[in-house]
């Protein structure tokens, strides 16, 4: 059975940091490329953070400095590490794992975690 299951998400300061977790299983997810991403009502989801499966990484420039994405393939695990977070952080943050197979794009989502940002 395949699952992403995200964990971490919280209410924390502006300023402040946390460490989103995202567990995969039933599927080879080390050939995949797993991005972060994050929602908010009446929004698109927007992209956080990418990591391939060859360990490069891409951000946008909404968190570019102060978000970390990477991967342990042993633990099947990537993490989001967000520092000074903002208010504007808030949201719900997906992860999502992803490969290119003959004929298609094979794509997974976990459920969220939310995130708030607020003093």
């Known amino acids: 059975q395949v699952q992403l299951v995200e ?3 919280g209410l924390v300061q502006p300023g402040g940091s946390l460490r ?3 567990v995969a299983s039933g599927f080879a997810f080390s050939s995949y490329t797993v991005a972060w991403y994050r ?3 009446g929004k698109q989801r927007e992209l956080v953070a990418t990591i391939s499966s060859a360990l490069s990484t891409t951000y946008p420039d909404s968190v570019r400095g ?3 994405i990477s991967r342990d393939n042993a633990e099947n695990t990537v993490y989001l590490q ?3 977070l903002k208010p ?3 949201a719900v943050y997906y992860c999502r794992a ?3 197979e003959p004929g298609s794009l094979v794509g997974y989502w976990g459920q969220g975690t939310q995130v708030t940002v607020a003093s």
Do not use: A
Request: hydrophobic share 20%.
């Open 82 to 84: 967000m520092n000074r």
């Open 66 to 68: 102060r978000f970390t």
């Open 98 to 100: 992803s490969r290119y």
């Open 20 to 22: 989103l977790s995202c």
């Open 39 to 41: 929602q908010v009502p």
């Open 88 to 90: 504007e952080d808030t």
């Open 7 to 9: 964990s971490g998400g």
